[in-house]
């Protein structure tokens, strides 16, 4: 599945971004969708996740209680709804298709495909 994310950009502390993630090439259906972020000289890490059918979704203790994942399967989209957003935040945020998470925790090695990043930058 080929996947192309936008949305990204410079925000005030305090403001609100919707990244949107659309897939092709593969059926949408088929992949848990996942959103990481990557720091200035840290790991790619977890942020947002959402199963198949959109009924299960789960967060980094970081974006809990700010940011929101949603999926529109019809449209083959996935969403991530930032509010609230901190200078912390700051990151190139990647999207990614997966079939199943093998740990407690998704990370990288659960990933079979990735969008290529858009930058999100969150001034104090």
């Known amino acids: 599945v080929q996947l192309q994310a936008s949305g990204g950009g410079l925000v005030q502390a305090g403001g609100s971004l919707r990244l949107s993630c659309a897939a092709s090439g593969r059926p949408f259906r088929d992949y848990c969708m996942v959103w990481f972020r990557q720091a200035p000289g840290k790991e790619r890490e977890f942020a947002a996740a959402i199963i198949r059918n959109g009924v299960v979704t789960s967060y980094a203790d970081s974006v809990k209680g700010r940011f929101t994942i949603s999926r529109d399967n019809d449209k083959s989209t996935v969403y991530l709804q930032m509010d609230s957003l901190k200078p912390e935040d700051t990151a190139v945020y990647y999207c990614?298709?997966?079939?199943?998470?093998?740990?407690?925790?998704?990370?990288?090695?659960?990933?079979?495909?990735w969008g290529e990043g858009t930058l999100v930058t969150v001034s104090s």
């Open positions: 990614a298709a997966a079939h199943i998470r093998h740990g407690s925790l998704w990370s990288r090695d659960d990933v079979d495909s």
